[in-house]
Structures are given as structure tokens and as C-alpha cells.
């Protein structure tokens, strides 16, 4: 009996549980979004294992509620571009504008802005040269470390990432992109931070 060719997406109830309970929580939280399951920041490991176990089984076509689910809108990520929130979620994440498409403008000039938008951090990172990085050192074995952008300062100990890399890293940490599009002068702005909502250091 040869073996069945291509990509064995799983859609029967023949899951590895013990494969799933070997994963991270993190790596865990990430499929489960990318089920479209909801409440997932909230689930303890052994309810990740379950809900992943069972949309694996079932292909994971349906979302909460038997209804189908519409893919996320182009580069938008797996928030769709809004705020992650948690027990550490800090008062800047409150007092901030939530952007969630690269159409969404500044109420303000000097406005603080959040988003999880892959295509509006990417978009306000390249408009200011800059490009992902990761500090060198804070690696975790094949896992980026802390996250940066690079606007090719003095500050020598970034590595360049790709952008994939960089965002992956981003989403499986929840983590919130704090900005600033201009200083209250009128003029542009290179000012951002990474929030993890879940923990206090990002």
C-alpha cells in the first residue's frame, strides 16, 4: 500500500493528542486561531489540546456556532488587526487609538495608536526605513528573541529578520504594536512599543 502523496491535512479523528500536549502553549494558541476558535487567550493548556484535537478531526472549517468562517482580510493577521488583551494590559493600551486597517487615520497628530495589523506595522516600519530585526543574544533556541525595528541606527546588536518571521514570532507571543504616525509638533514619528498583554515584559 503506497503512502497517499501531498500535504496529510488531518480531517478524521485520528489526532495525536500527545503530540498536541508536547507543544507549547503558544504554538497551541496560534493553531487554535488559525482555527478560528474562539476565547483562546483565556483556555488553559489541556482545553487548547481538546479544541486543536477536535478542529484538526474536523478539519477545522467551522467557528464558534457551526457557522463557516471567512478567511481574514489580506495581511491583516490572525486579530484581524485588533487589540490583544490580558491581565497585564498596560493604561497606554486604553488610552490608544485601535487601527485596524491601513485606511484608518490619526484622530490627531500625536495620537497613540495600537494595532495587530501585519500590513499597517509593516507599511508605517518601511515609510521610516525600517526593517525587522531581533536583539542578538535573546534567542531561544530556534525562537526569536525580543523583537525590534531597525531604522539602521548605531544600535548594533539587531539582526535582520524577514518580515514572516518577525510576525509569526509577534502573533504567537500576543503581543500589541503601540506607534505613534507623528509627535504632536506635526512631524514624523518613529516611536513604537511592543506590549504582551498576557505578561509585563514583551
Given at each position: 500500500?503506497?503512502?497517499?502523496?501531498?500535504?496529510?491535512?488531518?480531517?478524521?479523528?485520528?489526532?495525536?493528542?500527545?503530540?498536541?500536549?508536547?507543544?507549547?502553549?503558544?504554538?497551541?494558541?496560534?493553531?487554535?486561531?488559525?482555527?478560528?476558535?474562539?476565547?483562546?487567550?483565556?483556555?488553559?493548556?489541556?482545553?487548547?489540546?481538546?479544541?486543536?484535537?477536535?478542529?484538526?478531526?474536523?478539519?477545522?472549517?467551522?467557528?464558534?456556532?457551526?457557522?463557516?468562517?471567512?478567511?481574514?482580510?489580506?495581511?491583516?493577521?490572525?486579530?484581524?488587526?485588533?487589540?490583544?488583551?490580558?491581565?497585564?494590559?498596560?493604561?497606554?493600551?486604553?488610552?490608544?487609538?485601535?487601527?485596524?486597517?491601513?485606511?484608518?487615520?490619526?484622530?490627531?497628530?500625536?495620537?497613540?495608536?495600537?494595532?495587530?495589523?501585519?500590513?499597517?506595522i509593516k507599511q508605517?516600519?518601511?515609510?521610516?526605513g525600517g526593517v525587522?530585526?531581533?536583539?542578538?543574544?535573546?534567542?531561544?533556541?530556534?525562537?526569536?528573541?525580543?523583537?525590534?525595528?531597525?531604522?539602521?541606527?548605531?544600535?548594533?546588536?539587531?539582526?535582520?529578520?524577514?518580515?514572516?518571521e518577525w510576525f509569526?514570532?509577534?502573533?504567537?507571543?500576543?503581543?500589541?504594536?503601540?506607534?505613534?504616525?507623528?509627535?504632536?509638533?506635526?512631524?514624523?514619528?518613529?516611536?513604537?512599543?511592543?506590549?504582551?498583554?498576557?505578561?509585563?515584559?514583551?
Amino acid at each position: 500500500m503506497s503512502e497517499k502523496p501531498g500535504n496529510q491535512t488531518p480531517n478524521t479523528p485520528g489526532v495525536s493528542e500527545t503530540e498536541l500536549r508536547e507543544m507549547k502553549v503558544d504554538e497551541l494558541r496560534q493553531e487554535a486561531r488559525e482555527e478560528n476558535i474562539s476565547g483562546v487567550s483565556n483556555m488553559r493548556k489541556e482545553e487548547l489540546v481538546r479544541e486543536v484535537a477536535e478542529a484538526r478531526s474536523s478539519g477545522g472549517q467551522q467557528s464558534e456556532g457551526g457557522a463557516t468562517s471567512e478567511p481574514d482580510p489580506v495581511g491583516a493577521g490572525p486579530d484581524g488587526g485588533k487589540i490583544r488583551t490580558g491581565e497585564a494590559s498596560s493604561s497606554s493600551l486604553k488610552y490608544s487609538q485601535e487601527v485596524t486597517s491601513p485606511e484608518d487615520e490619526p484622530e490627531r497628530e500625536g495620537r497613540s495608536l495600537v494595532t495587530t495589523h501585519h500590513e499597517v506595522i509593516k507599511q508605517w516600519a518601511e515609510e521610516r526605513g525600517g526593517v525587522p530585526a531581533t536583539v542578538e543574544g535573546t534567542e531561544h533556541g530556534d525562537h526569536l528573541g525580543v523583537l525590534r525595528i531597525d531604522f539602521q541606527d548605531k544600535d548594533s546588536n539587531l539582526r535582520r529578520v524577514s518580515w514572516e518571521e518577525w510576525f509569526n514570532t509577534f502573533d504567537a507571543r500576543r503581543l500589541n504594536f503601540i506607534y505613534q504616525e507623528q509627535r504632536s509638533d506635526g512631524n514624523q514619528s518613529n516611536f513604537f512599543r511592543l506590549e504582551n498583554p498576557d505578561r509585563e515584559d514583551a
